[in-house]
């Protein structure tokens, strides 16, 4: 088999844009704005991360299914449940300090599955 026709298998990106065919975070078409997500389909994933923050700890949230106008009313909503600051960073939220277990109760209080990830 030559190395022309070799099938390549990639994991880097779940969802594609079914006008474009690109990955919807590099997606150029208003499909991916317009699209609902089914909650089912996607699992919230919350992690704590220390590393590069002067040792100050952040909790940081992502995979939400929906629109970056859903996350950022899921932030809102976190900020003052929780009476911490926070913000919208890259396609994820950070809270401000070590909130995973409370992070994890409001999104299953809302329907969304939630994990916790890394360590």
Request: charged residues 25%.
């Amino acid at each position: 088999m030559s190395r022309q026709n070799q099938t390549v298998f990639s994991t880097e990106f779940g969802r594609h844009c079914s006008q474009c065919g690109r990955p919807l975070q590099k997606c150029i078409c208003d499909l991916k704005n317009s699209q609902a997500f089914n909650p089912a389909d996607s699992i919230v994933r919350v992690r704590l991360e220390k590393k590069g923050r002067g040792g100050k700890e952040v909790t940081t949230v992502s995979g939400i299914p929906g629109t970056k106008d859903d996350a950022l009313s899921h932030l809102t909503k976190l900020k003052k449940k929780l009476g911490t600051g926070g913000s919208w960073k890259d396609g994820s939220l950070e809270i401000q300090g070590n909130r995973v277990e409370l992070i994890l109760a409001y999104f299953k209080e809302n329907g969304l599955p939630a994990k916790k990830s890394g360590g």
